[in-house]
């Protein structure tokens, strides 16, 4: 089983700046894909970013491109999102997702382990 424990969410100004990390405690996500997503009251829970923790192409929401930025540390087994001037339609939960099917992108469904979400909440 993989755990995912999402952290540092917050309210942010707009055009300000905040990283958002997910770990998975007491193992290497290995062969594992791992996706950011994020969901608005009343609103769907829509795709942000994901990549392959061995690497390879980096794939971003067409509304987050450009803005933010997936990444990782391996020494701390833990995924990154960098969110830079980030916009009050950014205001949501944000969730980390890992999955070993292997699809790049992948599909929601091919996620398997889920993190609880954290609150980010950017002012005007």
């Known amino acids: 089983q993989v755990q995912l424990v999402e952290s540092g969410g917050g309210l942010v100004q707009a055009g300000g700046s905040l990283r958002v990390p997910c770990a998975a405690p007491g193992r290497t996500f290995g062969t594992y894909s791992l996706g950011w997503f994020r969901q608005a009251p009343g609103k769907e829970r829509e795709f942000v970013a994901a990549?392959?923790?061995?690497?390879?192409?980096?794939y971003y929401a067409d509304s987050v491109r450009g803005r933010f930025t997936i990444s990782r540390d391996n020494a701390k087994n833990t995924v990154y999102l960098q969110m830079k001037s980030p916009k009050p339609e950014d205001t949501a939960v944000y969730y980390c997702?890992?999955?070993?099917?292997?699809?790049?992108?992948?599909?929601?469904?091919?996620?398997?382990?889920w993190g609880q979400g954290t609150q980010v909440t950017v002012s005007s």
């Open positions: 997702a890992a999955e070993a099917i292997g699809r790049m992108p992948p599909a929601i469904s091919d996620y398997r382990y």
């Open positions: 990549f392959r923790w061995s690497g390879g192409r980096t």
